[in-house]
Every structure is written in structure tokens, then in C-alpha cells.
């Protein structure tokens, strides 16, 4: 946030008190392009609330959404459903004495037509029927991982109450720590995602969007550097970038009392490269498109694998491992698997200079090849 | 220093097909106001665009104050000021904050108060473009052109679409520029503009320059300054084939003062030197022919008669 209040003043200097001529005669400097290129840039950004919602609100309401939905449950409560029968109290019974020392357990009693319907929709993790001749039959369904722990638990619960002496003495210590929650993997993936994002759409889609208006032509037709132009744009997003970062932490550390173990240069040099890797790749996409239509198209069709591989809401494991060298090599898996090691387990930057790697390569080639083939006209 | 705009055998070819330009020519005086008149898509635009630097030309050379474009392009961007014939510029910036973007692009651009009053922009500078009118809109791009305080202006179609009050505001700032000795090219389609703003022009049509010279000039090579229209209904119905037309232009043509004929629909148009030696015989010949004459006029020649003389075809066919 320090880079933040540090160009903010200066940049609101510019524009209260633009250079008044004191002699006829104005004189501009090397950087008055650039520098009133950055604040128009800025002005405009500030003046779309699309933008604002989309970059600053979105990502906030995201991670809120989610953070909620896949909160930690206080215990995981296993909701099972006992077919009424013959045994059914019994069962009940049973399974109550044995939750008073087990986990909880919420056991419900239904005729089998209505249990067994229920268990199917998922509205219990097992189904448990006591047949006559006094042995249980348990339903579970092998692909839900609840219901799988459910069975286990619930037979261990029955053996016990029925009077199985456990062979071994065990004891368990819980750990659900800050640090280890979904939300705690969620919001490094989300600030990936929305570098990302506002890379590829700030850079891409307004390039698009000014060759379409002929304003980059316009531009172009005057004595302006091209490089000037192409690095205010590009400061503008690393402007961008440290307020979109700083919300986001910020909300997941005051919200979410999600750690930050790494340090806050660490993560803001890692937004830093995620910003310009992307606002690369965003200039590669959009260096010869001439409607928008196009470019909106190209942007999803780049950004669309990252979102389902690189690890933004789900781990990329569960990907087969065959896959994983090619996942690993996407920009988004790097710049997330970095956001990640430094922001839970604080490693350092040193320590990740693969990831760096791969992001400065995706950065730089998308570089060189765009300005070689950037159109503007 | 050369001429502030000079051209040779100008081609551009786009797709190894279209010939948008076939062998242009031009030089153009320092403080000339100079136009390229012609249809759209006779090649003005790609033209004006080559000049600008903005498109390279399949063939052809362009100096600017003698340096090509390949020399110091920077330079000659210091003194050339462009509105491109359609620039849509950022809606979210206010017109003050506009023409700064613009002025910080010059080494030395006028303040952005003059160029405000010069456009008659100074009640709107803090509107945002988004809400300017056309008219407003355009004095925005020109104000933009003029700002890097240039030598040359280039304005590509700068009146199109706007009202009849807007085109003459436009044309006055083009006037205040060019008595301060600055130097005009302009492309229109709209023959009155390039009469009464231009010095010199070019009737461009199929990529090539048809003809060239001041608009008089080009006036007088119909060989009358007055065109005579009338109609006429026939009571035999004998005519209306073509070597019979052919027939009815002949005796039109050998009417007193008659430069030239030419008919559109059931109109005949005469290109007449002294109309009041033409129209007495033209009444004396509609009535010895047997004719009713239903409509007559008479007004100056305009460049838009050169061009059809030129073409056979009007300036704006829709």
C-alpha cells in the first residue's frame, strides 16, 4: 500500500495544477507524454464504474461468497438416517451414547421408502437399516468422500456401543488452524485470477477498444513515443494492481483472519510480475484485433484454461499427474502456486525461482512478440 | 526547405489488388489552402493518410518540407497537425484534460487556454467529450490538430455530417490558421467547401487526379461560368431513342454563347459563356421545334458541373 500513497499525491498534483504558462512559450519535458498519458489512463479507469466494480468489488464479494459457503463447520456433523423397524430405537440409542464421546452425530428416523429417497438426494451421508437377525445393513454411496466416513464412523460407533473393546489406546488432537482452511487457499488464487483478469482485459481489451476508435491511430499521427504510450499503460496497471492486491489481502486478513507469513514486499514484487506477465499476454492477444468482438473472444479462449488448471479453486492435484508438468508451465499455476508459498507458508522469494521463471518467460516472449506484430492502425 | 507537402507517382495497392491510389502527383505551397474534392472511395483518404506518414504507399515518394517520413519522423510529426476522418476520443476525459493529453505530446504546443478560445471551446472545457455535440465534438479534433502549434494541417472530411452553423465555425478556424501562414490540405466531397475554402484543389476520382487548379480555373475549363437547365415536353411523340437525343443535344449545342451540353433525366444542361444571348434562341427554338418548355433556370457554374463534365457522374451518388 506504501506505493500506493507514495503516487497518489504526485499524481493529483498534475492534474489541480496543470503547468500554466508563466512565459508565451510552453515548453514540454522528456515525460510530459508519459506522465499525462498515466493520469489520463487513471481518470478514465476511476470514471468507469465498470471498472471498479469488476477489478475492486468483484473479487471481494468472491471471496465472501466462497469464504462463506465453504466455511469450516464447527464439527463435521454426520447426518444419517436410520430405517424405521423393528431395532430402529435401539439403533438410535446406540448411536446416541456412542456420539456423546465420538463426533457428532445427527440421527433421524424415517419409514425406508422416504429414508432410503432422502439418502439418495444426498440429504444424509448414510442410510442405516437393523435387519431382524440383529446385524446392520448400511447404504453408502462409495463416490461421496462424507458418506464414505460416515459408514466408517457410524460402524465404529455401533461396535463400540455394542461392546468392542478397542485393541490400541488412542488419542487425537484437532488442528484447523488459520492457515490450512479453504478460504486460506482461496485468496491467493482469487488475487492470481484477478491479475489475471485485469491484465488481460485492462490491457488487451482497451488496446482493442482505442484501435477500434481510431484513437491509437490519432495518437500515432502525433510526435508521442510509442514506448511511452505502452508504458503508461502498463504503469497504470501496476497502480492498479497494488490497490486490487492490498483490498483483497486485506479483507482476507481482517475478515477471514487469514495469516500472511511471507512478507509484504514479497507479495507485492510477486503482484508486480503477475501484472506485467499479463498485461503481456494481454498486449500479445490483442496486437493485430480490430473490433472488440474479436479480442473479447481471444481473451477467453487464452484465459479459460488457466482458470480450470491453474489451482484458483481447486487444487490442480486432483488433475492426473501426467498433466501436472503442463499445468505447472501455464503462468496462472506459477503466479499462484508463488501468491501461495508466500503468503501461507512465507516462503521466500529466493526459494521459488522456477515459478519466477516461468512467469518472466510467458511475460517477456508475450512482450517481444507483441510490439513486433502490434498494429497501430 | 521544399514545399511544405510534395508527392510523386503516389500507388497504393492494398491486398495486392484493390488500387485505392494510381500514380498521384501533388506540390503544395507553403500558406495554400489546398483540397482533394471527389466521390467517396475515389482514394482520398488513403491519400491523405500516405501524406500523414500513418499508411506507407505501395510506390511513390512524399516529402514534407523536403524530409521523407523514413528521415526524422518525429520532426516532421512536430509539425504537422492531423483530424483523421473519424476519431472517437475517450468519452470519460473532459475537454480541458483532452487537449493537454495532446499539447504534452509537442515539444513547445500552445497553452491550453488560447487553443480553447481559438475553437470557442472555453465554456465547455470541463464537459466530458461524451456530451459534446457533433460540431463540438469536431472543433475538439481540430483543436487537438492545433495544439503542437503546426505548420501543416491536415483534416480528412472535416465538415461531414455537421450543420450548416458548425461547418462555418470550422471553416473560420481553418481561415484564422491559414492567414497566420499556415498551410491546408483537405479532403471533402462537398463541392461549396472546397470552392469557398480552398486555394487550390484536386478532383480526385479512381485514385487519380483528374484535374487541378484553383476552383475558377476549374470553373472555366467548362468554357461558361453560367449553366442554363431546362425541360421540355414533346407533342411528337416521335423521339426518344437515342440517336434522336443525340440529335436534340447537336441543335442545343448550336445555340449562340453554348460551351457545351449534357442531359441528365429530362433535364438539358447547357454550359452558357453570356446567358442572355442564349436563352432568347432557346425560346425560338423550343417553339420552331414544336416544344412546350416546362422548366428553365439559370445559375453560376460550380465545381460539382466540372466534375460531372469530368465523369459523367455527380459527387455524391447515393
Known amino acids: 500500500m506504501a506505493t500506493t500513497e507514495t503516487n497518489a499525491p504526485k499524481l493529483n498534483a498534475d492534474s489541480n495544477q496543470p503547468p500554466q504558462p508563466i512565459l508565451p512559450a510552453r515548453q514540454n519535458g522528456r515525460w510530459s507524454g508519459y506522465r499525462h498519458l498515466l493520469w489520463a489512463r487513471i481518470l478514465e479507469l476511476k470514471r468507469e464504474p465498470e471498472v471498479v466494480f469488476w477489478v475492486f468489488i468483484f473479487p471481494l464479494l468472491l471471496a465472501a461468497g466462497l469464504g462463506i459457503a465453504f466455511r469450516n463447520k464447527p464439527a463435521d456433523i454426520t447426518s444419517v438416517v436410520v430405517i424405521d423397524g423393528a431395532g430402529a430405537q435401539k439403533t438410535l440409542a446406540m448411536l446416541q451414547s456412542a456420539s456423546v464421546k465420538n463426533s457428532a452425530v445427527r440421527a433421524t428416523v424415517l419409514d425406508r421408502a422416504a429414508a432410503l429417497k432422502a439418502f439418495h438426494f444426498g440429504k444424509f451421508d448414510l442410510a442405516i437399516e437393523s435387519n431382524p437377525d440383529g446385524s446392520y445393513t448400511y447404504y453408502y454411496d462409495p463416490a461421496r468422500p462424507e458418506s464414505v466416513l460416515s459408514r466408517a464412523e457410524i460402524d465404529a460407533s455401533l461396535q463400540s456401543a455394542a461392546g468392542r473393546k478397542d485393541a490400541l489406546t488412542t488419542s487425537a488432537q484437532s488442528s484447523s488452524e488459520p492457515g490450512s482452511r479453504y478460504i486460506d487457499f482461496l485468496i491467493p488464487g482469487l488475487l492470481g485470477m484477478n491479475l489475471m483478469n485485469s491484465g488481460m482485459w485492462g490491457v488487451g481489451f482497451a488496446l482493442v477498444e482505442m484501435r477500434q476508435r481510431k484513437l491509437l491511430k490519432r495518437f500515432v499521427a502525433t510526435p508521442m513515443r510509442r514506448s511511452d504510450f505502452l508504458l503508461a499503460l502498463t504503469s497504470s496497471r501496476l497502480i492498479l494492481m497494488v490497490i486490487e492486491v492490498g483490498l483483497l489481502l486485506s479483507f482476507g486478513v481482517l475478515v477471514f483472519h487469514m495469516p500472511l507469513q511471507g512478507s509484504i514486499v514479497s507479495v507485492i514484487l510477486l503482484g508486480s510480475l503477475g501484472a506485467v506477465t499479463f498485461g503481456g499476454v494481454g498486449l500479445l492477444t490483442a496486437c493485430r484485433a480490430q473490433k472488440i468482438e474479436s479480442v473479447s473472444g481471444l481473451i477467453n479462449v487464452v484465459m479459460m484454461p488457466m482458470w480450470i488448471f491453474s489451482g484458483v479453486f481447486f487444487s490442480y492435484d486432483r488433475f492426473p499427474a501426467i498433466a501436472h508438468p503442463f499445468i505447472k508451465a501455464l503462468p496462472l499455476t506459477a503466479l499462484n502456486d508463488a501468491l501461495r508459498a508466500t503468503i501461507i507458508e512465507g516462503a521466500s522469494l529466493g526459494s521459488q525461482s522456477g515459478r519466477l521463471l516461468v512467469l518472466a518467460i510467458w511475460g517477456g516472449v508475450s512482450f517481444i512478440l507483441a510490439l513486433r506484430w502490434f498494429r497501430w492502425t | ?318
Not at chain 2, 462537398?190 to 470552392?195: K, R, S, T, V
Not at chain 2, 440517336?243 to 451540353?261: G, I
Open chain 2, 1 to 318: 526547405m521544399g514545399s511544405p507537402i510534395e508527392c510523386t507517382n503516389l500507388r497504393k495497392t492494398y491486398d495486392g489488388k484493390v488500387e485505392a491510389v494510381r500514380g498521384l502527383s501533388l506540390r503544395i505551397e507553403a500558406g495554400e489552402c489546398f483540397g482533394l474534392l471527389g466521390p467517396n472511395g475515389a482514394g482520398k483518404t488513403t491519400t491523405i493518410e500516405i501524406l500523414e506518414g500513418l499508411l506507407a504507399p505501395t510506390s511513390g515518394e512524399v516529402r514534407i518540407f523536403g524530409h521523407t517520413w523514413a528521415d526524422n519522423p518525429r520532426q516532421l510529426r512536430e509539425w504537422i497537425g492531423i483530424s483523421l476522418q473519424e476519431t472517437r476520443l475517450s468519452e470519460k476525459l473532459r475537454v480541458r484534460e483532452t487537449i493537454e493529453l495532446f499539447a504534452s505530446f509537442y515539444r513547445e504546443p500552445c497553452s491550453t487556454a488560447d487553443i480553447l478560445e481559438e475553437l470557442q471551446l472555453t465554456d465547455k472545457s470541463d464537459a466530458w467529450v461524451g456530451k459534446l455535440s457533433g460540431g463540438q465534438k469536431q472543433r475538439l479534433a481540430v483543436s487537438t490538430a492545433l495544439v503542437g502549434k503546426p505548420r501543416i494541417l491536415f483534416l480528412d472530411e472535416p465538415t461531414t455530417g455537421l450543420d450548416p452553423q458548425s461547418r462555418r465555425q470550422l471553416w473560420d478556424i481553418i481561415r484564422v490558421f491559414q492567414q497566420k501562414g499556415g498551410t491546408v490540405l483537405l479532403t471533402t466531397h462537398y463541392m461549396d467547401e472546397a470552392e469557398r475554402l480552398c486555394d487550390r484543389l484536386a478532383i480526385v476520382d479512381h485514385g487519380e487526379i483528374i484535374a487541378e487548379g484553383t476552383p475558377s480555373d476549374l470553373i472555366d475549363r467548362l468554357g461558361g461560368h453560367h449553366v442554363v437547365e431546362f425541360q421540355v415536353s414533346k407533342e411528337a411523340s416521335t423521339n426518344g431513342n437515342g440517336d434522336s437525343n443525340n440529335a436534340d443535344l447537336e441543335r442545343w449545342r448550336s445555340l449562340p454563347s453554348v460551351e457545351s451540353v449534357r442531359r441528365e433525366d429530362s433535364t438539358v444542361c447547357l454550359s452558357v459563356r453570356e446567358p442572355h444571348l442564349t436563352i432568347p434562341a432557346l425560346l425560338d427554338a423550343v417553339t420552331n421545334h414544336g416544344h412546350h418548355l416546362e422548366h428553365l433556370s439559370t445559375r453560376q457554374a460550380s465545381l460539382e458541373d466540372v466534375f460531372v463534365l469530368l465523369t459523367g457522374r455527380h459527387l455524391r451518388e447515393d
